[in-house]
């Protein structure tokens, strides 16, 4: 009779446990490959996020500012030789050395205007890339389309008065309030936006910007280089790098990739210890069969073989039921985890193996020392239990 024959046999009398000891270690297995598996696309999904509207690099024109005090008392300060920058200049940021990191360039002109007797604050920007980078924006309407489409802000459309579909006044044109933007808790709520040359026009800064946001933060993107190439591109400008947002994201993804070890840790510990208890108590079981293959010639290294057999295959089954199963919770997990409806999720070839291997790994190791424990028993002892 053949070693694995015996191992077979043995798993078909003991159904109950060997059931017990394979959902015990799918369990494991399955935990630790959802929260590896989210934990990866959790990461890939910021990444494309940075890659596509992570404005985190900010251009504002160069000027010299000196602050006023008199006898204690802060006057303010003055601004003087303030620099503008040309629109046509943002074509040289294309020219630096990382310019394959840069997504967008989303450039803005600032005013102020008076419309239906407010004081407002008037932002040109380009609308199409403008909506790409601040995704977080809810707009209520239709976005804007033509260069006398105007988007409001909560606060601005509450103060003016005006809702999708009404059409406002500035400086004898007529434009259409497209749409309004939801609360965000920002400037933005007291913003009047409208399409970067009308707004130049209205403000009588045609080709000139105030400002300029650029999309370049990606994983692994040298950002510091790429805000020193900016700024020798254009010498007339500051230009400085904006983190925080980024740098919040991806610590909190690193709480969460350190829970997850730990949370693996702890579940491999548990399916080692449900292992090794099922398999000790089988071998305790067992004490006259054990008995009888030593007293028929059955070697040490032959009882060992028939023990870690049957504990591979327990285990390479819960390995690929728990792969299963793990990424099946996955998937449904990962739409209310990840800050994208459409994040896709991460089918990974080595998480399949590695879940395999990882499930003999444990069920031979925890089974090592039953197995030696059964090898070594005695035939005369064994034999007196019966």
């Keep these: 009779m053949r070693l694995s024959t015996i191992s077979l046999n043995n798993l078909r009398r003991r159904k109950v446990k060997m059931a017990f000891l394979t959902i015990g270690l799918m369990v494991g297995i399955a935990t630790i490959v959802t929260l590896v598996t989210l934990t990866r696309s959790m990461s890939t999904d910021i990444e494309r996020k940075m890659d596509e509207f992570g404005a985190n690099i900010l251009i504002t024109p160069q000027s010299t500012a000196l602050s006023m005090n008199y006898g204690g008392i802060s006057l303010g300060g003055v601004t003087f030789d303030q620099r503008e920058i040309r629109e046509s200049d943002l074509a040289r940021i294309k020219t630096i050395a990382n310019h394959k990191n840069i997504s967008a360039v989303s450039p803005k002109v600032l005013g102020g205007i008076r419309i239906n007797n407010h004081d407002v604050l008037l932002v040109g920007v380009h609308f199409e890339g403008e909506l790409k980078m601040k995704q977080w924006w809810k707009v209520f309407g239709n976005e804007p389309k033509?260069?006398?489409?105007?988007?409001?802000?909560?606060?601005?459309?509450?103060?003016?008065?005006?809702?999708?579909?009404?059409?406002?006044?500035?400086?004898?044109?007529?434009?259409t309030v497209s749409g309004v933007l939801d609360q965000t808790g920002s400037q933005d709520d007291s913003l009047v936006f409208s399409s970067l040359k009308k707004a130049q026009k209205l403000l009588g800064k045609e080709g000139k910007?105030?400002?300029?946001?650029?999309?370049?933060?990606?994983?692994?993107?040298?950002?510091?280089?790429?805000?020193?190439?900016?700024?020798?591109?254009?010498?007339?400008?500051?230009?400085?790098?904006?983190?925080?947002?980024?740098?919040?994201?991806?610590?909190?993804?690193?709480?969460?990739k350190r829970f997850s070890y730990a949370m693996a840790g702890v579940v491999v510990f548990i399916g080692s210890l449900i292992v090794f208890v099922t398999m000790m108590g089988s071998v305790n079981e067992r004490t006259v069969e054990i008995g009888v293959f030593r007293a028929i010639g059955f070697r040490r290294s032959h009882i060992m073989r028939i023990i870690l057999l049957e504990a591979a295959l327990v285990s390479l089954l819960a390995g690929i039921l728990g792969y299963a199963a793990g990424m099946g919770v996955a998937t449904l997990t990962l739409p209310f985890m990840a800050e994208a409806k459409n994040a896709k999720l991460l089918w990974d070839y080595w998480v399949a193996g590695g879940s395999v291997g990882l499930a003999l790994l444990l069920g031979l190791l925890a089974s090592l020392y039953p197995a030696l424990h059964a090898s070594k028993m005695d035939p005369t002892e064994a034999l007196r239990a019966l």
């Design 146 to 175: 033509s260069d006398n489409d105007l988007l409001l802000g909560s606060e601005a459309s509450k103060v003016l008065n005006a809702s999708p579909g009404d059409t406002l006044e500035i400086r004898g044109e007529q434009f």
């Design 209 to 256: 910007i105030t400002l300029a946001e650029v999309a370049a933060l990606c994983s692994g993107c040298p950002i510091g280089d790429m805000v020193t190439q900016i700024a020798e591109k254009l010498p007339e400008a500051k230009v400085s790098a904006i983190q925080q947002v980024v740098e919040g994201r991806l610590k909190t993804l690193d709480q969460f």
